[in-house]
């Protein structure tokens, strides 16, 4: 495998990897704020300790989410380094501002709130609470703003080969932004709730009765069940958006490869592009036209509209966009139908007492359901913007490295081994910590002899006597 | 002054470099004592372990996160040198953040698994992680200051400083754990300071030595007159700061325990001193011999945008930076997040 390759794959690696945990902590930092609210106003120590419990699992996705990021930021020099010789005067400012809005903002109000409950007053802990939930969202917004310009690019001048900001206010506001960014806080709502509910059911499963549990059980299924319409909108919303500046990426998902009308919602097909047409299609006639165009016979453009004189294609790779897309698609659909049915028996029938075991199992394993659609809808909308890095701007060949293939081969496997070991660590503890809730232990520790508030109360035994 | 502050293509690689070098500064202090701490992990026993990691917990993260800063401008306001200096520097950037990804994770899961066997493992992931770290920014400084050559003479001096660095990082940590400490633990740290500041010692003398001899460039601008006379307040205000080091070492810890903040005061001051000497060196490159701040700078426009968001946003990093060590300060206690 060449260098471009091995470069794309260890980015790809990477940014799925990170990507990871801020899709949780986005949301779960305001999920913790709710919680934390909910404590202040009634008093109600179950919502503490839902507090308690998840605040943990935050700190965890936290700590992966930094040092995974840490690395991202050095990939842009190490193997990209074109990317910002090109747009570096865009990219640059953008992602400055998520550092010095978000970062830090982030990092160090963590430190108040998870260990200074008993140091602080409470509405300071409850201020550092919306603070780290406020940081983790700017830092969503500045890179997704970043990420959607590389989709539709405006507000610059190319000279001399580089891109020039003429307006920021086009740069930020770029076309694509709002549909991408709704979608992902979204995305990131739903992984949220999908979570809290699937750890929810597997401590019921394990005999957990603590009330705490009851409650992240239903915020976790009423949640999923109110975002997931909203995701669908969206969802339809930002394709559309797509179909007017990256057509061909739309092209793609639907495996179309002749502009015309009655495009089929393909539910089956293996893209070929040798052939350039699909092998063993099944598809429900006009679907695609009437979901992109209203209308039956709506013209929906085609693949081969994106050629080359000389015969390369100006478009993505099919199959893995074409595939992407009906993972994210069904992984959402599964996450409407167990969220409304299980919200309709919460509703019907009353408490959680009520949910039947199979409906626990069915949610425990959805608990990762929302890293699989968010995962297969970057994978959609990033190999979709290939041959490009930046959309007609600069393209993926012309900024990767000069880097020997073997460094880089080199990396990548040290990185993929690390990755797993750390997934199943992270995925381990999860429902580790769950198992000790359930047991009703507890990782508070005394605080120690001769020391309060951090402050030394009785002479040290050991100091060095005066001379 | 040299027509620095006539036009903002001037003005801003100046002022960015300063930002940079700042960033850098405060990494190496606020990252060098919570690696160092890492560092020292090995020799302590399991339940001074806990204390150990729990003195830096609430800061780590706030720490690591001057690196990002510190990289952002150097991609941001330098991109050409950014894309130079770390494809040179591939594999030791790499062995960086396969330390910083182990040791990051170990402070989360240390605390959450159930098993001593399990705390262990990842006491090690934490140590190994610290350790390759700290000796791959070492090895980066000594071929940043070699001018990014690999050759054998450039390696082993990389690997010099590596150790120095490291070594560096200790004794800021145990300066840290002499502070954040009591009863033994404390006592051990005045022990690794005293040792890490003949480390120190060695490690100055040795890259001081080093550097001229091996970039004729750096010699002059060291050993010319008149800049020598300027200069000579450096080295001779570090050899001050030593000299009280090792003597505030020997009286510590006292009686009520008023004083254990001055060790890692006096490390600060001698890791900036430290850092003007390194700086003083390299102006006006950002790839040492090869690429000037001017030459590497990003568009003014761009720059000034950043610098607007910089003035306004600083200020209340700091601040709120500030305000964590404040309700952290005092000896570290147990973490618990209740």
Redesign the interface.
């Known amino acids: 495998m060449d260098e471009l390759i091995l470069s794309r794959i260890q980015f790809a690696a990477n940014i799925s990897f990170h990507i990871l945990f801020p899709t949780i902590t986005i949301a779960l930092g305001w999920v913790l704020l709710f919680f934390k609210l909910r404590f202040n106003r009634t008093g109600d120590e179950r919502w503490m300790a839902a507090y308690r419990f998840w605040v943990k699992v935050f700190a965890l996705s936290f700590g992966l989410g930094v040092v995974s990021g840490i690395t991202m930021s050095f990939q842009f020099g190490t193997n990209w380094p074109g990317f910002m010789e090109t747009v570096g005067n865009i990219a640059g400012p953008l992602l400055a501002y998520e550092i010095l809005t978000a970062f830090f903002l982030e990092a160090a109000f963590l430190g108040i709130m998870l260990f200074g409950f008993r140091r602080v007053p409470g509405w300071l802990h409850t201020t550092a609470t919306f603070l780290v939930a406020f940081g983790t969202s700017m830092s969503a917004f500045w890179i997704l703003v970043l990420n959607s310009w590389m989709h539709t690019p405006q507000g610059f001048e190319m000279i001399d080969g580089v891109a020039h900001a003429t307006d920021w206010w086009a740069i930020i506001f770029n076309p694509s932004l709002p549909y991408r960014l709704v979608h992902m806080m979204l995305a990131s709502g739903l992984t949220v709730a999908f979570l809290l509910a699937g750890v929810s059911a597997y401590r019921r499963l394990i005999g957990d009765r603590t009330p705490g549990v009851r409650l992240t059980l239903k915020t976790g299924v009423w949640l999923g069940a109110i975002l997931i319409p909203l995701q669908i909108l969206a969802g339809d919303m930002h394709g559309l958006n797509t179909l007017e500046h990256q057509p061909q990426k739309v092209a793609a998902m639907e495996g179309n490869w002749q502009t015309r009308g009655n495009v089929p919602l393909l539910l089956f097909a293996l893209p070929n592009e040798e052939t350039r047409s699909n092998d063993f299609e099944i598809g429900i006639p006009s679907g695609a036209s009437l979901i992109l165009k209203h209308k039956a016979d709506g013209v929906v453009p085609g693949l081969d509209d994106f050629v080359a004189e000389d015969g390369t294609p100006l478009h993505p790779p099919v199959s893995p966009v074409f595939w992407s897309f009906r993972v994210m698609v069904g992984t959402g659909m599964l996450m409407l139908l167990i969220s409304w049915y299980s919200a309709w028996r919460l509703w019907r029938r009353g408490g959680v007492e009520t949910l039947p075991k199979p409906l626990l199992v069915v949610l425990l394993g959805m608990t990762f359901s929302g890293w699989v659609a968010t995962l297969a809808g970057w994978y959609t909308t990033e190999i979709g913007r290939q041959p490009w890095l930046v959309h007609g701007v600069v393209s993926t060949k012309e900024a990767v490295a000069d880097v020997p293939a073997s460094y880089v081969a080199g990396t990548l496997t040290a990185y993929l081994v690390v990755y797993a070991v750390l997934l199943i660590a992270y995925i381990a503890t999860i429902f580790g910590l769950a198992r000790r809730a359930a047991k009703g232990e507890t990782v508070a520790d005394a605080p120690r002899a001769g020391i309060v508030g951090g402050k030394r109360t009785t002479p040290n035994p050991n100091a060095v006597p005066a001379e | 002054m040299l027509g620095f502050f006539d036009t903002p293509e001037t003005t801003l690689p100046v002022i960015f470099a300063l930002l940079m070098g700042a960033s850098i500064l405060v990494y190496v202090i606020l990252d060098g004592f919570d690696l160092g701490v890492g560092v020292l992990i090995p020799f302590a026993e399991d339940t001074e372990k806990d204390r150990m990691i729990a003195s830096i ?3 780590w ?2 720490n ?2 001057w ?3 510190a ?7 330098f ?2 040198a ?6 040179t520097l ?2 030791p ?2 062995v960086m ?2 330390g ?3 040791r ?2 170990a ?3 240390r ?4 098993t001593m066997r399990g705390k262990r493992q990842w006491n090690g992931s934490f140590f190994i992680g610290s350790l390759m770290a700290s000796l791959s920014q070492g090895y980066m400084l000594g071929l940043y200051v070699m001018g990014l050559e690999t050759t054998t003479m450039t390696i082993a001096f990389a690997m010099l400083t590596a150790l120095c660095l490291t070594g560096a990082y200790a004794f800021i940590g145990a300066t840290w754990l002499l502070m954040k400490t ?3 633990l ?2 051990k740290s005045v022990r690794w300071a005293k040792l890490g500041l003949v480390g120190i010692i060695l490690g100055f003398a040795g890259i001081s030595a080093a550097t001229p001899l091996v970039s004729d460039r750096i010699f002059d601008k060291w050993f010319s007159l008149p800049e020598f006379a300027f200069l000579l307040p450096l080295p001779l205000l570090s050899m001050g700061l030593i000299v009280a080091l090792w003597v505030s070492l ?8 008023r004083w254990c903040w001055i060790p890692f005061a006096l490390t600060c001051v001698l890791f900036t001193l430290g850092f003007f000497g390194m700086a003083y060196s390299f102006y006006p490159y950002v790839v040492p011999d090869q690429m000037t701040i001017y030459e590497a700078a ?2 003014p ?2 720059l000034v ?2 610098l607007a ?2 003035c306004v ?2 200020p209340i ?1 700091i601040a ?2 500030a ?2 060590f404040i ?12």
Do not use: C, N, W
């Open positions: 917990g609430p800061f993260d706030a690591e996160t690196l990002v800063l990289i952002g401008l150097l991609l941001v306001a991109p050409a950014h894309g130079m200096i770390l494809t591939y594999l950037v790499a953040l396969f910083l990804i182990l990051g994770v402070f989360e899961f605390g959450k698994t159930a009591e009863d033994v404390q006592l020997r009286h510590l810890p006292d009686a009520v325990d990003s568009a426009e761009s945008i950043i968001g910089a946003v600083l990093i709120y930076s305000l964590a309700i952290f300060r005092g000896k570290a206690t147990d973490l618990s997040y209740d």
